[in-house]
């Protein structure tokens, strides 16, 4: 299990008119001529696991399973499933080929994987407003429409190789 949160408050303020150059603070300003601020926070959740398997030293196979979570998705698509397998045979192990002298290791491999992406930004599946001012007054302005629907991308990926050594385990793969 992980869980991660970022948390982050930022304060900006500049100011003109500083009596010399050994006075650069905003306090020795004699004049405020800007300022901002602004905070963000964002976590994940996850829990995974894998199982490794392996039946007479010559025939592999490996499972993960992912289950994450990210509060920058919407309510119903805050927790993405990903899984992952590989099959392997060790060739080279079995009784046919094993007292080769010339082939040392020939391994057969594959795998499946799907991985999430959370790369979006914070709160971007919320309706936001902010602060701005209309007529000499206050007023709030949509400064984003919500998206609920945001989910996690998914990426999908196959390989396949072969390991192979010759002459005592000169090895080379593809």
Known sequence: MSFEESSRKRQFVAGTGFPSDDLQTVASASEITSGTSSR????????????????????????????DGSSRFGVSNKYGLFPAASVGWIISEE??????ESISLLKLRGSYG?????GIGNFASLGLF??????????????QLPNQDLKWEKTKQIDVGLDFGILNNLEFNL
Request: hydrophobic residues 35%.
């Open 114 to 118: 799907v991985t999430g992406n959370a």
């Open 95 to 100: 009784d046919f080929i094993k007292n080769s």
């Open 130 to 143: 902010g602060g701005s001012s209309y007529n000499k007054s206050v007023a709030l302005t949509p400064a």
């Open 40 to 67: 963000t926070k964002y976590n994940f959740l996850s829990y995974f696991g894998r199982a490794t398997f392996s039946i007479l030293d010559k025939y592999l196979v490996k499972g993960s399973l992912r289950y």
